[in-house]
């Protein structure tokens, strides 16, 4: 399914190619080599030649008469004793160089590289020409490749080390252009570094999509670091027999220096006007990064220890990279980490530790870079910086929280394709970072970034990958290499892993704030169960033991009273009733005041209410009361809320008996109940046109036993109001009262709505 | 009268005992009342142990009984009460000056036959008690097939 690719070469059986099985060719057994030297494929223990490729024939006899004959046979005995040991050699796994070894020809000589390795259990050797006066041996590049890690110390970027490499390479081996290219994450290849003469043009920066170097190619270079192609316009030569006969596998060249590649590749290096080619490997951690891509206008072969000098230049490369990377990484992390830190110590400075995130919104956005943040805990959500509006805010959080994957921390620089409909949302969250900060609730703190255009320069346009022929579907290497320019959109810059990194030690921090929390609160309601149990207790006694004495006080009055009243004066009796009266009036303070204790304590079991029934009830029952007075009630549409029918009928009841007595001396009596809608919550009141109260005294309005009046104008214990205040708190309302003297007064409380 | 059963008071608090007293006094009952001190004085007659090993009265009509009593108290004399074969259909009123509903629920959970929470007021007192003792005492006959009755009855 690719395009034959700039650096590898995928199979040659283009004929009868097909779309699917393209990635799968197996191009490490190409069943031929390139003509520089040969390839014998020999029988362990025996060194018998069981197959073979010959390129030189002027040194080594023709294939069929090489294959069967035994090594010691075919070669001059000077050669053989260079080789002989090939089978120790081999036992490592590895390719090893034998040596150069020289074969007498038209009366002078040749000489070749003697390379070995074993593959599927036969050892592979290999005769590569030399080229005229190449360098004989690793030794004498040393200056170059000492030249090479001087400079090395004195650069710092990745950049100047990529930059240092090409040109080091292109300075050794003489090409005309040598790149160095780089990986992303999705296999694409991006040029960061070229050296070049001006035969051929310049590719940096172009970027070359991941079909051009198929996965088994990457495998390949990954197994063999050096690859070598002296001319595009070489003849192949068969491996013969194709088959080894007694496996009947065809050779594995995996490792092999003389591996044939794809007539297509050999197509596309043309097109590229490129004849000769060379690539290096860049492994990290055994894993492929980059390569170091050389090319050549013309053809050209890059002697054995030229190309080993640029291996060894690649992994000083790889290595460095690796270092710089890491030390960046860690600068990245250390600069985190003090951001971290503060938001900690934010945190830990707040009642609610959230607020520490929120009221330093600056060190929360720089610690992952982000331009917006939300904080969300417990159904609300705190917005910072550019962020998309709340109620979008909502939307990705209901999306993170249907995802019901077990990741705590989730990053994107692409949020279009993976939450749907949120392309609108590109402006402020092309990018999402989000840490779950609660296993119970869906609360997470999620980080924005805007999305960022960019614009790709591909080498040649990646989308046309095959061509029509009339024979059928065919692959043909791009034609063109001109740059071909893609707005990539919908896209944040990415997130780094440090910042990544730091986001879930964020999370972490504040999981371990939550669970202490936790413990701390479980400890604080432990000590409220053992605090409010004493309360009872004390309650309980205080009904029992504080009840009786009153009682005693007025049953022995009354005994008094009713046995012996005659033998007492008026005054007397008047001061037996005085007793009687008081002690009952002292109980009922008692009861008052041990009912208002209950009301604080009993379990509420809200239910939906109707409360113009729950008024209306109410209002019946208080009428019946009223006598001959006039009262005229005007009832408004009342909402309808959530409550425990018991406790909200007692505020009903409290504050419709306080307006029946305050408007004793009106007539007639108004006394209005109505409601309004408020922010998020419902406003029910209660005005009456009766004696009012001063303002100055609102504040002891709602106390316990706390009056406004005097007992002989108005009777009551002043637990009333305490007792709807109690009430209406305890269904999570407020409660606030507004008159003037002898203006009426206005009792007013607010129960949330939308819970009903 | 002599057919006429006893009631029960069990009250720790002389005052309250007094007052009670009048009250019955003015309902103008006949029966006798026999006063029990503590829990365990009234687990003690109504078994007839102890010093009420050779009582001359009978089972009694109603049993009034505290809530709060040193030693046995009221809740737990209640339950033994209750549990007893031969008493359990004895006609149980508790007397209390509390006001807390988890007294109340016990007491019911436990099988009390009334629960009547003495008022401040001495008017009120007289009444409740009047109309206790009154249904208790004289119009609630103990079920005919009731172990207690036929004991008595021989």
């Given amino acids: 399914m690719t395009q034959p690719a700039l650096l590898s070469e ?194 940096l920066d172009l970027r070359f999509p991941a079909s051009d170097i198929p996965a088994q190619a990457r495998e390949l270079y990954r197994l063999n670091r050096l690859r070598l ?116 110590g934010h945190m830990a400075a707040e009642d609610h530790f959230l607020d520490g995130l929120i009221k330093h919104g600056d060190d929360l956005l720089a610690l992952t870079n982000a331009a917006g943040a939300a904080v969300v805990f417990g159904g609300t959500s705190s917005l910072i910086g550019d962020t998309p509006a709340s109620t979008d805010v909502d939307r990705i959080v209901a999306w ?170 008026e005054r007397g009796q008047r001061y037996v009733d005085t007793i009687i009266e008081s002690a009952i009036s002292a109980g009922t303070l008692v009861d008052n005041l041990l009912s208002y204790s209950q009301m604080g304590r009993a379990t509420l079991v809200p239910v939906p209410l109707d409360m113009d029934t729950v008024t209306a009830e109410v209002i019946r029952k208080l009428d019946m009361e009223v006598g001959a007075r006039t009262i005229d009630w005007r009832i408004g549409k009342l909402a309808p809320a959530r409550g425990d029918p018991v406790m909200m009928r007692l505020v009903f009841q409290n504050l419709l008996a306080n307006s029946i007595k305050f408007t004793r001396d009106r007539d007639p009596a108004v006394i209005e109940v109505g409601c309004e809608p408020g922010d998020g919550e419902n406003v029910y009141f209660v005005r009456d046109n009766g004696v009012g109260f001063d303002e100055a005294y609102v504040s002891k309005l709602f106390g316990v036993f706390q009056r406004l009046h005097r007992v002989e104008e108005f009777e009551g214990t002043g637990i009333g109001l305490a007792n709807v205040r109690r009430i209406v708190e305890r269904h999570g309302g407020r409660v606030w009262a507004e008159g003037q003297v002898d203006g009426g007064a206005t009792i007013s409380f607010a129960l949330p709505s939308g819970a009903e | 009268m002599a057919d006429l059963k006893p009631i029960l008071l069990v009250e720790d608090s002389p005052k309250d005992v007094e007052l009670t007293l009048a009250a019955l006094e003015r309902c103008q009952l006949a029966n006798t009342v026999i006063v029990a001190r503590d829990g365990a004085e009234a687990l003690d007659y109504l078994h007839a142990r102890g010093k009420f090993t050779d009582r001359k009265t009978s089972e009694p009509a109603v049993v009034l009984l505290d809530l709060k009593l040193p030693k046995v108290d009221g809740l737990e004399v209640l339950e033994q009460i209750k549990k007893h074969e031969l008493l359990r259909h004895t006609p149980v009123v508790m007397l209390t000056s509390s006001r807390e509903e988890r007294d109340l629920v016990r007491s019911y959970q436990l099988g009390v036959n009334a629960f009547v929470v003495k008022p401040v007021g001495f008017e009120q007192f007289f009444e409740a008690i009047q109309d206790l003792g009154m249904f208790w005492a004289v119009l609630n006959e103990p079920p005919p097939h009731s172990a207690l009755g036929s004991e008595q009855a021989a």
């Fill in chain 1, 10 to 203: 995928p199979d040659n059986h283009s004929s009868s190619l097909d779309l699917l099985t393209c990635d799968r060719e197996p191009i490490h057994v190409p069943g031929n080599i390139q003509p520089y030297g040969a390839l014998l494929v020999l029988e362990p223990g025996t060194l018998r030649i069981l197959q073979a490729a010959n390129g030189t024939d002027a040194i080594l006899r023709s294939d069929g008469q090489l294959v069967g004959a035994v090594l010691a046979d075919v070669l001059p005995a000077s050669v053989f004793a260079a080789v002989e040991q090939v089978e120790a050699a081999t036992q490592t796994p590895g390719v090893s160089h034998l040596g150069t070894v020289r074969f007498a020809h038209d009366g002078g000589w040749r000489s070749y590289h003697a390379i070995a390795h074993r593959a599927g259990g036969r050892i592979i050797l290999e005769l590569e020409e030399t080229v005229a006066d190449e360098p004989g041996s690793f030794e004498d590049l040393y200056p170059h490749v000492r030249d090479f890690l001087d400079s090395l110390q004195a650069v710092s970027s990745v950049q100047e080390l990529a930059n240092l490499a090409a040109r080091e390479v292109r300075r050794i081996t003489g090409l005309d252009r040598a790149l160095v290219y780089r990986f992303d994450e999705d296999w694409n290849g991006t040029v960061i570094a070229e050296d070049r003469s001006e035969a051929l043009p310049s590719y």
């Fill in chain 1, 229 to 344: 192609i002296a001319d595009a316009d070489y003849t192949p030569v068969p491996i013969e027999p194709t088959l080894d006969p007694a496996t009947n596998a065809p050779v594995d060249l995996s490792l092999s220096v003389l591996r044939s590649v794809s007539p297509v590749h050999l197509e596309y290096m043309r097109n590229m006007g490129t004849y000769a080619s060379m690539s290096i490997s860049l492994l990290r951690e055994g894993q492929l990064w980059g390569l170091i891509s050389c090319h050549n206008a013309a053809p050209r072969r890059v002697p054995y220890h030229v190309r080993t000098a640029c291996d060894f230049i690649g992994q000083i490369l790889s290595l460095q990279l690796a270092a710089k990377d890491h030390a960046s990484l860690a600068e990245q992390r250390h600069a985190r980490r003090t951001i971290g830190a503060r938001l900690l």
């Fill in chain 1, 400 to 569: 993170l929280a249907d995802r019901r994957r077990d990741d705590d921390v989730f990053a994107t620089d692409n949020l279009a394709v993976v939450m749907p409909g949120s392309e609108l949302l590109k402006d402020h969250a092309s990018g999402l970072l989000a840490i779950a900060i609660s296993q119970v609730h869906d609360s997470y703190v999620i980080w924005f970034r805007p999305e960022v255009i960019r614009t790709v320069s591909w080498g040649g346009d990646p989308r046309k990958r095959a061509e029509l022929e009339p024979d059928g579907l065919r692959l043909h290497p791009r034609k063109s290499f001109e740059v071909w320019k893609e707005t990539v959109s919908l896209r944040s810059s990415p997130w780094l892993e440090a910042e990544v990194e730091a986001a879930a030690e964020l999370r972490t921090a504040i999981v371990d704030i939550v669970l202490r929390r936790a413990e701390e609160m479980a400890a604080l309601s432990e000590r409220l169960v053992s605090i409010n149990k004493e309360l009872e207790a004390f309650s309980y006694s205080v009904s029992h033991d504080l009840r009786a004495p009153f009682r005693h006080i007025v049953g022995y009055s009354q005994l008094l009273k009713n046995n012996e009243g005659t033998a007492l004066t």
